[in-house]
């Protein structure tokens, strides 16, 4: 049901037309006047030092202007993350790092100059390949997410030897890369001492806090304009180095500078998923309800900069048992610096952990849905807290009845057509549910239309229409009489875009702000003044006083139909299904565009997506969209999203929890989980190839399957 002001209904996105038509302004396509342009160049040695630049060459191309080094740089301040403290030194800490920066008057002409530049290195014997047996493994103290790396409950050791049924296995995934449409790309110009940066960012106030310590200044010295992004996927979650050599050739030069970085450069510069090697194993009754669970994780970080990815933390919160043990340990390589890539942990987790799952209801010899049923809880497992809501039950239940699980055969290789095997498969998901403060301006305009501001960031998802809606419905007018000003570090302070907090984080600020303005509407007399009238909100304490008793996460299930030719081994998704419970959906549209294009994210990295490291180069060999496979619209012919009806006051004044991330958490395990069911191979490492099936295919036709 939709309200007066048309939250909940499926209203289109408010800057449709301006995309379809090309008048939305990306972060390179900004007009400046007298602007350069510039094209870095990546180190081609995987560890080392710079010995000897020669930039004659590169200055002597036509149009060209500067080249930056590490020997005539501007020189930088403290950062946070020491992946931004570009061309300060000669030291080389994993190929594809910057060693320097052509600038010109036109993008072929700053290419043509950073291709000119010659470097010259002392190179030192590298290690890129990460393993569980790596001798240079630690236990860091935190994971991603600040969450600590390792958690004991019970006697996992004691339980698991008592537990008449047992699992025991190893998964792994490769590095994945984030390859968003729009590349990251930078306008930077310098007006006197004020910086004006247009920066693809999911989040513009970190930048400019960045941006002012690198360069010496004050925050309100600094503006950044993140108005329209296309995709970032966790990549433009941080400042990246794009955004800081623009800043920096634009005061070398004096001139405006634009960036965007090659596709063939992202590997090594913006992030991605990291390796992981996880064994999990799990220990249950003949009933199936679990006794013990294991979670190791082993991963990776560069020499830099250390990050975790947290697969072992949804392990601590899916399943009810009472003895559980889930560790992490990082080895430092030398690589580029792993960071988000969309739903950090979650997803890596839960692929090991739902394949997991289906391995334990195939040993207790049980439907998988059912398993997950008898091991539910209302109780977050590792802490203790109840849950705000906790719909995986009912979705479970739902996506059988609409899916038809009740239909299937349990047996692999029971349903073939054709060459064709068929096969079903499912998964769970979960995803936290997280908040923060932010601040928001409302203004009501003698015109009779109103205007929200705030420093939201809308990577494609729709946020800037969903806003537009939960200001609606504040004020109870309709939509069409809101407009949003967003992504600039100028408005009032708000998050990033990312960790599926960004609606819940900004629609609060925003909701509060309209129940304000309405109030002073309320009581004001006579007609409004012609500057109109407008309120400011911040909803720090508004979040800080939020209750600490219950454990706030999204839920849900993910079913999948798969064909696995018994010749080629190929695999063939022919139809996905996902329900979900999410909180109150606030735009219906938008909502189900999210949940469908994590599921097919989660497709694309069960059977596609992989980056390859070579150890004698020591950088991935997949570096464009011709060699880095995603989905298109041929492997989905048929996928789906629903939402159960879930009432949550325990959120958020909308009652909303984050849906940019659940699709894509289980859909992979689901698939893996199909795949097994048509061929019974168990294909434990991702993507799933021919060449994994087709040993046990022949295996299955020899005995006359």
Same mark, same amino acid.
């Given at each position: 049901?939709?309200?007066?002001?048309?939250?909940?209904?499926?209203?289109?996105?408010?800057?449709?037309?301006?995309?379809?038509?090309?008048?939305?302004?990306?972060?390179?396509?900004?007009?400046?006047?007298?602007?350069?342009?510039?094209?870095?160049?990546?180190?081609?040695?995987?560890?080392?030092?710079? @010995?000897?630049?020669?930039?004659?060459?590169?200055?002597? *191309?036509? =149009?060209?202007?500067?080249?930056?080094?590490?020997?005539?740089?501007?020189?930088? =301040?403290?950062?946070?993350?020491?992946?931004?403290?570009?061309?300060?030194?000669?030291?080389?800490?994993?190929?594809?790092?910057?060693?320097?920066?052509?600038?010109?008057?036109?993008?072929?002409?700053? $290419?043509?100059?950073?291709?000119?530049?010659?470097?010259?290195?002392?190179?030192?014997?590298?290690?890129?390949?990460?393993?569980?047996?790596?001798?240079?493994?630690?236990?860091?103290?935190?994971?991603? =997410?600040?969450?600590?790396?390792?958690?004991?409950?019970?006697?996992?050791?004691?339980?698991?030897?008592?537990?008449?049924?047992?699992?025991?296995?190893?998964?792994?995934?490769?590095?994945?890369?984030?390859?968003?449409?729009?590349?990251?790309?930078?306008?930077?110009?310098?007006?006197?001492?004020?910086?004006?940066?247009?920066?693809? +960012?999911?989040?513009?106030?970190?930048?400019?806090?960045?941006?002012?310590?690198?360069?010496?200044?004050?925050?309100?010295?600094? @503006?950044?304009?993140?108005?329209?992004?296309?995709?970032?996927?966790?990549?433009?979650?941080?400042?990246?180095?794009?955004?800081?050599?623009?800043?920096?050739?634009?005061?070398?030069?004096?001139?405006?500078?634009?960036?965007?970085?090659?596709?063939?450069?992202?590997?090594?510069?913006?992030?991605?998923?990291?390796?992981?090697?996880?064994?999990?194993?799990?220990?249950?009754?003949?009933?199936?309800?679990?006794?013990?669970?294991?979670?190791?994780?082993?991963?990776?970080?560069?020499?830099?900069? *250390?990050?975790?990815?947290?697969?072992?933390?949804?392990?601590?919160?899916?399943?009810?048992?009472?003895?559980?043990?889930? @560790?992490?340990?990082?080895? $430092?390589?030398?690589?580029? @610096?792993?960071? %988000?890539?969309?739903?950090?942990?979650?997803?890596?987790?839960?692929?090991?952990?739902?394949?997991?799952?289906?391995?334990?209801?195939?040993?207790?010899?049980?439907?998988?849905?059912?398993?997950?049923?008898?091991?539910?809880?209302?109780?977050?497992?590792?802490?203790?807290?109840?849950?705000?809501?906790?719909?995986?039950?009912?979705?479970?239940?739902?996506?059988?009845?609409?899916?038809?699980?009740?239909?299937?055969?349990?047996?692999?290789?029971? $349903?073939?057509?054709?060459?064709?095997?068929?096969?079903?498969?499912?998964?769970?998901?979960?995803?936290?549910?997280?908040?923060?403060?932010? $601040?928001?301006?409302?203004?009501?305009?003698?015109?009779?239309?109103?205007?929200?501001?705030?420093?939201?960031?809308?990577?494609?998802?729709?946020?800037?229409?969903?806003?537009?809606?939960?200001?609606?419905?504040?004020?109870?007018?309709?939509?069409?009489?809101?407009?949003?000003?967003?992504?600039?570090?100028?408005?009032?302070?708000?998050?990033?875009?990312?960790?599926?907090?960004?609606?819940?984080?900004?629609? %609060?600020?925003?909701?509060?702000?309209?129940?304000?303005?309405?109030?002073?509407?309320?009581?004001?007399?006579?007609?409004?003044?012609?500057?109109?009238?407008?309120?400011?909100?911040?909803?720090?304490?508004?979040?800080?006083?939020?209750?600490?008793?219950?454990?706030?996460?999204?839920?849900?299930?993910?079913?999948? *139909?798969?064909?696995?030719?018994?010749?080629?081994?190929?695999?063939?998704?022919?139809?996905?299904?996902?329900?979900?419970?999410?909180?109150?959906?606030?735009?219906?549209?938008?909502?189900?565009?999210?949940?469908?294009?994590?599921?097919?994210?989660?497709? +694309?990295?069960?059977?596609?997506?992989? +980056?390859?490291?070579?150890?004698?180069?020591?950088?991935?060999?997949?570096?464009?969209?011709?060699?880095?496979?995603?989905?298109?619209?041929?492997?989905?012919?048929?996928?789906?999203?629903?939402?159960?009806?879930?009432?949550?006051?325990?959120?958020?004044?909308?009652?909303?929890?984050?849906?940019?991330?659940?699709?894509?958490?289980?859909?992979?395990?689901?698939?893996?989980?199909?795949?097994?069911?048509?061929? =019974?191979?168990?294909?434990?490492?991702?993507?799933?190839?021919?060449?994994?099936?087709?040993?046990?295919?022949?295996? %299955?036709?020899?005995?006359?399957?």
């Amino acid at each position: 049901m939709t309200s007066p002001g048309g939250l909940g209904a499926p209203v289109a996105r408010l800057e449709g037309r301006e995309k379809v038509t090309g008048t939305a302004r990306y972060a390179a396509e900004h007009p400046v006047d007298g602007c350069a342009y510039a094209w870095p160049v990546p180190a081609t040695v995987a560890r080392g030092s710079i @010995t000897g630049i020669d930039c004659a060459a590169a200055l002597a *191309e036509p =149009g060209a202007l500067a080249v930056l080094t590490h020997e005539n740089a501007p020189r930088l =301040g403290d950062a946070d993350d020491a992946t931004l403290l570009v061309l300060q030194s000669p030291l080389v800490a994993h190929r594809g790092q910057y060693v320097a920066l052509a600038v010109a008057d036109s993008w072929e002409a700053a $290419r043509a100059a950073a291709a000119a530049v010659r470097v010259e290195y002392a190179p030192e014997p590298h290690d890129v390949e990460p393993s569980a047996t790596h001798p240079g493994l630690y236990a860091p103290e935190t994971v991603n =997410g600040n969450f600590p790396a390792d958690r004991v409950r019970g006697d996992f050791d004691a339980a698991y030897a008592a537990a008449p049924v047992r699992t025991d296995a190893v998964y792994r995934i490769p590095a994945l890369h984030n390859h968003p449409m729009e590349p990251h790309a930078a306008t930077a110009v310098w007006i006197g001492d004020r910086l004006r940066a247009y920066d693809s +960012s999911q989040g513009a106030t970190k930048v400019r806090q960045t941006l002012a310590a690198l360069f010496g200044l004050a925050e309100e010295q600094v @503006t950044v304009v993140s108005e329209h992004v296309g995709g970032g996927f966790g990549s433009k979650g941080t400042p990246r180095p794009h955004v800081v050599l623009a800043a920096m050739a634009a005061r070398h030069t004096g001139h405006p500078v634009k960036i965007a970085l090659p596709r063939p450069q992202l590997a090594a510069v913006v992030g991605h998923r990291a390796a992981t090697e996880q064994r999990v194993r799990l220990g249950a009754d003949t009933d199936g309800r679990i006794q013990a669970l294991c979670h190791e994780v082993f991963t990776y970080s560069s020499r830099i900069k *250390e990050f975790t990815e947290q697969a072992g933390t949804p392990a601590r919160t899916m399943y009810a048992g009472a003895n559980s043990t889930t @560790t992490h340990r990082l080895t $430092r390589l030398d690589v580029p @610096t792993p960071s %988000w890539l969309r739903a950090p942990g979650e997803c890596s987790g839960m692929f090991a952990l739902e394949s997991a799952m289906d391995e334990l209801a195939i040993a207790c010899a049980l439907d998988p849905v059912e398993l997950r049923l008898r091991n539910d809880t209302p109780t977050e497992p590792d802490s203790g807290r109840p849950f705000s809501s906790r719909g995986l039950a009912e979705c479970l239940r739902e996506g059988s009845r609409r899916f038809g699980w009740a239909e299937r055969d349990p047996r692999p290789g029971s $349903r073939p057509e054709g060459r064709w095997l068929i096969g079903t498969g499912m998964a769970a998901s979960g995803y936290p549910a997280e908040v923060g403060p932010a $601040r928001a301006e409302a203004s009501a305009e003698a015109s009779g239309h109103y205007r929200v501001r705030i420093n939201a960031t809308d990577i494609g998802t729709g946020a800037r229409t969903v806003l537009a809606q939960i200001a609606a419905d504040a004020l109870s007018v309709p939509v069409d009489r809101v407009a949003v000003e967003i992504g600039n570090s100028d408005l009032p302070r708000a998050p990033l875009a990312g960790g599926s907090s960004g609606t819940a984080s900004w629609g %609060w600020a925003v909701h509060k702000a309209g129940r304000a303005l309405a109030r002073e509407l309320a009581e004001h007399t006579g007609p409004l003044p012609e500057s109109g009238l407008s309120v400011r909100v911040d909803t720090t304490d508004d979040v800080a006083a939020m209750s600490e008793e219950f454990a706030r996460r999204a839920f849900g299930a993910q079913f999948a *139909e798969v064909a696995v030719d018994m010749d080629s081994g190929e695999t063939r998704v022919r139809r996905l299904l996902g329900v979900f419970a999410v909180g109150r959906v606030l735009n219906a549209r938008t909502g189900r565009s999210q949940l469908i294009g994590g599921m097919t994210m989660g497709l +694309s990295m069960a059977l596609l997506e992989h +980056s390859t490291m070579d150890p004698r180069f020591g950088d991935h060999a997949e570096r464009d969209l011709a060699a880095y496979h995603v989905a298109v619209h041929a492997d989905v012919p048929d996928v789906r999203a629903y939402w159960i009806a879930e009432d949550d006051a325990r959120l958020n004044p909308m009652g909303a929890k984050g849906i940019g991330e659940i699709g894509i958490v289980g859909t992979a395990a689901a698939v893996a989980n199909a795949v097994h069911h048509a061929t =019974g191979v168990r294909v434990r490492t991702l993507p799933v190839r021919p060449e994994d099936l087709l040993p046990g295919l022949g295996e %299955w036709q020899a005995a006359g399957g």
